[in-house]
């Protein structure tokens, strides 16, 4: 099994033979050697910045709630239901009243397979 590490600042996963490795000399710290994914993340480390307020950070992304599945969540929630309303010079009834009127759609499921078979037929002619 191949060991990952994670990066100390974004939380990405370090991969075998990429990164960055930190050994703090000034205090000791709890954790002798800190791994880094870049020297991005090295660097907004060294500045003391705080990874929850870094856009592009997963701590960030986590506490935004900024995960695919959460925005796919989010569309489908938004869609919202059409209503029939009144247009000035018609009413509604109006609408509706000619909207019956018309025919109804036509089914085109046979035409389509007719088309379908008459290519399949020609690919079978070319060969």
Not at 12 to 29: C, K, L, T
Not at 99 to 117: G, W
Request: proline residues 6%.
């Amino acid at each position: 099994m191949v060991r990952r590490d994670e990066c100390e600042f974004s939380n990405y996963m370090i991969h075998p033979g990429h990164g960055r490795r930190y050994v703090p000399f000034a205090f000791i710290s709890t954790k002798p050697i800190l791994s880094f994914h870049s020297t991005k993340c090295f660097a907004q480390y060294k500045r003391k910045k705080n990874p929850r307020f870094v856009p592009w950070t997963r701590t960030f992304r986590r506490l935004n709630k900024k995960s695919s599945e959460a925005v796919i969540a989010k569309t489908r929630n938004r869609k919202s239901n059409r209503v029939a309303r009144a247009i000035v010079g018609m009413e509604l009834a109006q609408i509706q009243e000619t909207r019956a009127k018309r025919p109804a759609p036509k089914d085109r499921s046979a035409k389509r397979k007719a088309a379908e078979a008459e290519i399949a037929f020609r690919k079978g002619q070319k060969k």
